[in-house]
């Protein structure tokens, strides 16, 4: 069955780097784009990025500057980075796969929290 | 960026009772709208896509409709497990947005 589960850090220092890597199984990278948003108390749901079924990617101009995303389809990997990490990035990160437009699987999230 | 306003951020209702959540579009979203529910400490899990189809294995109380600028979302015989926070997105244009959230309670 499809499945997505993130694993990244708990705890993160202000102006550091985040990465997250999102494992999938059940279905194949080069099928379908795959998204990253994250979930904070401030903004809500914030659409962060994805990487599309061929390997190209599309950034939300708000993080365009310091995020990265990509992926190794041998390991069913999806990998996001963001640099300059603030406390205001505090969330849970969550990658899902887009199906025709709607979301249909999420991975479970990591909570990540910047503080010194 | 096309704005969803969603509404209303909180609801109580009674078991059994129909409960309504509505979302507005800044613009028309051509039925390119989802709606999640997410329950405490969870993810959130799709319920409805283009506007109106139900996910696979979601229970047939749940319902949506709606057209251009404004849809809504229907839990008709409102049961304890429905206990949660619904959030609609808009997929018609690039970047996809997302409601504010409703959080749903038992009265």
């Known amino acids: 069955q499809v499945q997505l589960k993130e694993t990244g850090p708990g705890l993160v220092q202000p102006t550091q780097t985040l990465s997250i890597t999102c494992t999938v199984s059940?279905?194949?990278?080069?099928?379908?784009?795959m998204q990253w948003v994250r979930q904070t108390p401030g903004k809500g749901l914030e659409w962060m990025g994805f990487i599309r079924s061929g390997g190209s990617t599309e950034y939300n101009s708000e993080f365009k500057s310091r995020l990265s995303i990509s992926r190794d389809t041998s390991k069913n990997q999806v990998f996001l980075k963001m640099n300059s990490l603030k406390t205001e990035d505090t969330g849970v990160y969550y990658c899902a796969r887009e199906s025709l437009g709607a979301w249909d699987y999420w991975g479970q999230g990591v909570m990540v929290t910047v503080s010194s | 960026d096309i704005q969803m306003t969603q509404s209303p951020a909180s609801l109580s209702a009674s078991l059994g009772e129909t409960v309504t959540i509505e979302c507005r579009a800044s613009?028309?979203?051509?039925?390119?709208l989802a709606w999640y529910q997410q329950k405490p400490g969870k993810s959130p899990q799709l319920l409805i896509y283009n506007a109106n189809s139900l996910h696979t294995g979601v229970p047939s109380r749940f319902s949506g409709s709606g057209s251009g600028t404004q849809y809504s979302l229907k839990i008709n015989s409102l049961q304890s497990e429905d206990v949660a926070s619904y959030f609609c997105q808009q997929y018609y244009d690039y970047p996809d947005t997302f409601g504010a959230g409703t959080k749903l309670e038992l009265k």
């Open positions: 613009e028309d979203i051509y039925n390119g």
């Open positions: 059940g279905f194949s990278l080069t099928s379908y784009y």
